[in-house]
């Protein structure tokens, strides 16, 4: 009986968020916080005055995730300063399109109140491969970036 009355309750919130005024409110929201974000990301220098709490995994393990060194990199993108951006995470274009095209479809979910994936695939037909292929990719990184030795060390944050 629990079980059911949960579900019930997320039926109704699900129905709830998808009217046309919370959709609107949402994507308020969501270009306040994303111009907030970029705001701070771009005048706060996190070399100099680190926004973030210190990366988990590195305070634990001492070894580098691949996340670790993308604040820095944004914040140097941002000023035009690729090879600096580079410096700190190889990655950075790649999770940044990864979290632009999220943020497409939120916004594609906001304005027209449709699920975004039922479009994506539509007109967008990836291989299963690169799936995978961007597996392999993230965790030799996330590798080859801990091995203390010369070319590797160019990985490092």
């Known amino acids: 009986m629990m079980i059911r009355s949960g579900f019930t309750w997320i039926k109704r919130w699900l129905v709830l968020l998808g009217k046309p005024s919370f959709r609107i409110v949402f994507f308020i929201l969501t270009c ?3 111009m ?4 701070i990301v771009y005048w706060v220098d996190p070399s100099q005055k680190p926004l973030t709490p210190a990366c988990s995994f590195y305070h634990f ?3 580098y995730c691949p996340g670790c060194g993308m604040t820095r990199a944004l914040h140097n993108a941002l ?3 690729f090879g600096m ?6 990655l950075w274009p790649g999770i940044v399109f990864f979290i ?3 943020f497409l479809m939120w916004f594609y979910w906001l304005i027209t109140g449709k699920n975004p994936f039922l479009t994506w695939t539509r007109f967008v037909k990836l291989p299963s491969w690169l799936g995978w292929m961007i597996v392999i990719i993230l965790f030799s990184f996330w590798v080859l970036r801990n ?3 010369y070319p590797f060390t160019l990985l490092a944050p």
């Open 32 to 34: 306040l916080v994303l």
């Open 36 to 39: 907030v974000a970029v705001y």
């Open 61 to 63: 393990t001492g070894l």
């Open 79 to 81: 000023h035009g300063r």
């Open 85 to 90: 951006a580079f410096s700190y995470n190889l």
């Open 100 to 102: 632009a095209v999220s």
């Open 147 to 149: 091995i203390p030795l």
